[in-house]
């Protein structure tokens, strides 16, 4: 990599339509932002660029959904990712969102740069069409049985269960997403790039040039280019998306796929004027981390796209990474089945460092992997607290002790203290050759084994007793053990940045980059350090079983929205029924009862009178939102004393898949007293 001056580095586009979680941070964000620190730490010229991807149908479906614009969603959750890439330390220069209008400008004009140079064909041809919803079907807008693997919930894009690319008529008994109904074909027309004209020189480029990629993307790549590459359509028929500049293109829009990448580009534009050096020098490396979801795509369309364009530089490598799964499943927004980063930080306040290492730890980089808690409970409080905190700790509060901070004079060096220190230097070159080479796994793992070491050595040279009896001696064990102290916050930086900041602070050595590490006169005789508090603490069981009841609530709350509804109970007769007498009403007061968990005591207005009613629901709402809310109200149930109150009634209640309590209502507010018949 020496023949390069600067790395632009770009991360996957998250999409917009829901929070990020730890399989995002695992596999794209994490690995990203340790290399990229690493790089700032070495003084090379590194940009880092990322964004939210807000474009394409899930978005669509979901602003139809909850009766909103596109536009909310993405404004929505453009704001919780960013803010959680924010708490967590991931160091992009620029976050941006594709919806942004230096984008639309830049993809429009890549798009006709492409255009000009012939560099698209036009095809009209029969595309599935909703006649309910008079409109053309479009990537997740049908779904239907995959043809390779018979997942019978595929995408007319994708198969999320085999993960193969699909077009839409390779579906098997097609339908809407947005009816329900069978589509029928109607003919549109449609840009297409003919990634087949693309595929000599990109069999060349990856396969002969690039045999250095790590073997799944290089793998999957070869499967593709083995398949034969196809035209591949880059506009849609949709209303949301950035309009194809040409003319004879109204009412369609770029593929999501063709204008997301484009996003690097554009937020790149609007960090610098400068940015074209990042995108265009052929002195400038390109690197891109994503998940292995997207290698198809950063592999081979976009390189096309930017090849066919003409000014652009194409990746030098593309390291992605496999899926990380949760508890044993696969991690999924619509499941709920996901550790959110807003919802971690919330029950683990100021333990970014903590997850960022569990995950570097388990990274699926080779193969899929597992994230449990009880992994994460014992990294934190095995590794982190153990053996990283444990010697710093000892380390800077025996300095503190023995020399009030200042950094002892050491005398004559043992064969031991010299063979540690040298190990100072062999670990460096360890951490590095393994970031070199995108494997942050084994880089972690040997970075910690620096903090092994240094405990290993106190243990060994025990200056807590040697104090007494050789108190010269002890300067020199001291000396060692904090020049180890230092270079950990060299070494560790990359991966725990918050608390290697703090660790810089307490040693006095903020200036120091990446050049220092192997050295063992970082902390000369003299310079005062201070002790700190604890860096890492522990967490606790109770900790951990309370994320686990959360996943098992998820689940029960999974598996009740698809169970079958309870049997139904035994006949009764009509005369039995009408027995019965229920009144739509509204509550007036409501007040929770005294000492209990579950009751409120409500005031209600049931047409008949104003009464009080004793209702089992204080755990589902607040008494402060229950006032005006219309209800249903069995109102010739006998009287009952519930806590001393008399209750004249029975307010009706469903409950959802999560055992939440929902009040039966009547669809439009009507006169309190009408009979439920
Ligand atoms: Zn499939």
Known sequence: MSNFKRTTVTSALPYANGPVHIGHLAGVYVPADIYVRYLRLKGEEVLFIGGSDEHGVPITIKAKKEGVTPQDIVDRY??????????????????????????????????KTIEGKGGFIEKTNEQYYDETAQQFLADR?????????????????????????????????????????APVMRETKHWYLPLDQHEAWLRQWILEDHKEWKP??????????????????????????????????????????????????SATRELTPDWEKYWKDPETRMIHFIGKDNIVFHCIIFPAMLKAEGSYILPDNVPANEFLNLENEKISTSRNWAVW??????????????????????????????????????????????????????????????YKGAVPTPGVMTDYDSETVKSIMSCRENVESNLEAFRFRQALAEAMNLARLGNKYLADTEPWKVVKTDPERVKTIMY?????????????????????????????????????????????????VSSGELMFTKVEDAEIGKQIQKLLDTKKANENAVAPALPQKDDVSFEEFTRMDIRTATILEAEKVAKTTKLIKLKVDTGIDVRTIV???????????????????????????????????????????????????????????????
Not at 355 to 376: I, S
Not at 500 to 520: E, F, H, V, Y
Not at 644 to 673: C, H, R
């Open 78 to 111: 453009h704001g919780i990712i960013k803010k959680s890439f924010e708490d967590f330390g991931i160091s992009f220069d620029i976050y941006s969102r594709t919806t942004s209008k230096t984008h639309k400008e830049l993809a429009s004009e890549i798009f």
């Open 141 to 181: 807008y049908i779904t239907g049985k995959c043809p390779h693997c018979g997942n019978e919930n595929a995408y007319g894009d994708q198969c999320e269960a085999c993960g193969t690319s699909l077009n839409p008529t390779d579906l098997i008994n097609p339908k809407s997403a947005i009816s329900g109904s």
């Open 216 to 265: 799944n993307v290089y793998g999957q790549c070869k499967s593709w280019l083995d398949m034969g590459l196809q035209p591949r359509a880059v506009s849609r028929d949709l209303d949301w998306g950035i309009p194809v500049p040409v003319a004879g293109a109204e009412g369609k829009v770029l593929y999501v796929w063709f204008d997301a990448p484009i996003g690097y580009i």
């Open 341 to 402: 980063l807003h919802e971690y930080l919330e029950d683990f306040p100021g333990k970014q460092d903590s997850l960022r290492y569990a995950l570097c730890a388990t990274a699926p980089e080779t193969k899929d992997n597992d994230f449990t808690w009880k992994d994460f409970q014992a990294r934190n409080n095995n590794e982190l607290v153990a053996i990283l905190g444990n010697f710093i700790n000892r380390t800077l509060v025996l300095t503190s002790n023995y």
């Open 480 to 528: 060692v053990s904090l020049q180890i102290t230092a270079n950990l916050a060299i070494l560790l930086e990359p991966f725990l940045p918050f608390s290697m900041d703090k660790l810089r602070g307490w040693l006095g050595i903020t200036g120091l980059n990446w050049d220092a590490a192997g050295r063992s006169d970082l902390l000369v005789p003299g310079h005062v």
């Open 615 to 677: 209702s089992g629901i204080a755990e589902h709402f607040s008494a402060e939102e229950l006032p005006g809310k219309s209800i249903s109200v069995i109102v010739n149930l006998a009287p009952r004393s519930i806590k001393g109150i008399e209750s004249k009634g029975m307010v009706l209640l469903a409950e959802d898949e999560n055992g939440k309590l929902v009040f039966v209502t009547p669809e439009k507010k009507i006169k309190n007293g009408s009979p439920v018949k």
